[in-house]
């Protein structure tokens, strides 16, 4: 069976591509800070038959990021990344002039250091895998110029730049970026408490997800909206 190590997968569109993909016979390295609600989703997504494993940690700690790669391992290597694990910079947002800079470090740490030191930790597997793929979880907000979104926005953008060049350097992997559209989650209630409205649960956006892991398309920048759609 492939292996996938999802980051973030305690809540949330984590929680529900992990249960996605043990839905496609995926075995499972989880990640999250939270043990015990890590732990819910490992029992959901071991309900699908699989093997899941769920190592709780901070994707900043070095030691627990080897450790994610070396669970992976015993499950038979690592044949898809997924970077989704993310810090806002400030709870709710602000604009950049009372962004705490604090925040923006720890939004760069959580959304783009970690990413690559993740990556970094899990190439060679990725490359013997034959067919690895990373994905990392991108945003609007990575393209669009929203007032408040700024610190987290730009460690978006980084994040994005980082995929498309490991794409140029490795060329045997897919290397996706792709923006989930709004969701209904903890991550959006706490970054616009006041925003309400209508938004699709995390579960609705997994088929995109889906569809780029069946069809494998180009390394590259893709929306879920227009995954679900059949569009790229
Ligand atoms: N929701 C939206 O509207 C939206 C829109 C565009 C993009 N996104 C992106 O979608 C992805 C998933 O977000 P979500 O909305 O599903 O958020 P969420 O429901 O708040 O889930 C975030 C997950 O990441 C974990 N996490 C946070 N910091 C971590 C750390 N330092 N180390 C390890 N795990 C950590 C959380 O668990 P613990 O707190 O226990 O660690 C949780 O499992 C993120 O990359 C986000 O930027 C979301």
Redesign the pocket.
């Known amino acids: 069976m492939p292996v996938a190590i999802i ?10 591509l992990a249960l996605g993909l043990a839905g496609k016979g995926w075995d499972l390295v989880l ?4 043990a015990d ?2 732990a819910e989703t490992v029992a959901l997504a071991s309900a699908h038959g699989t093997r899941v494993t769920a190592v ?5 700690d070095a030691a ?1 990021r080897a450790e994610l790669v070396t669970a992976a391992r015993r499950l038979g290597g690592v044949d898809l990344l997924v ?6 910079g400030a709870e709710p947002l602000v604009r950049l002039a009372e962004l705490p800079l604090e925040g923006l470090r720890r939004a760069l740490e ?2 783009l250091v ?1 990413a690559l030191g993740l990556v970094q930790e899990a190439l060679p597997p990725l490359r013997a895998a034959g067919a690895g793929a990373v994905l990392v ?5 990575a393209a669009e110029a929203y007032p408040t979104w700024g610190g ?1 926005g730009a460690s ?1 953008a980084g994040l994005d730049q980082l995929a498309a060049v490991l794409a140029e350097e490795e060329p045997g992997l897919r290397v996706w970026a792709v ?10 209630a ?2 616009v408490p006041d925003d309400d409205g209508p ?1 699709p649960e ?1 579960e609705a956006v997994v088929p995109g997800f889906l569809r780029l892991l069946d069809e494998r398309p180009a390394s590259g920048r893709y929306g879920a909206a227009a995954l679900l759609e059949g569009r790229r």
């Open positions: 980051t973030g997968a305690s809540k949330g569109l984590g929680r529900a990640d999250a800070r939270g609600r890590l709780a940690g901070d994707v900043t627990h970077h989704n694990a993310s810090a806002l959580v959304n970690a979880v991108s945003s609007d907000a987290y978006k923006d989930p559209g709004d969701m209904a989650t903890d991550l959006y706490a970054a938004r995390p």
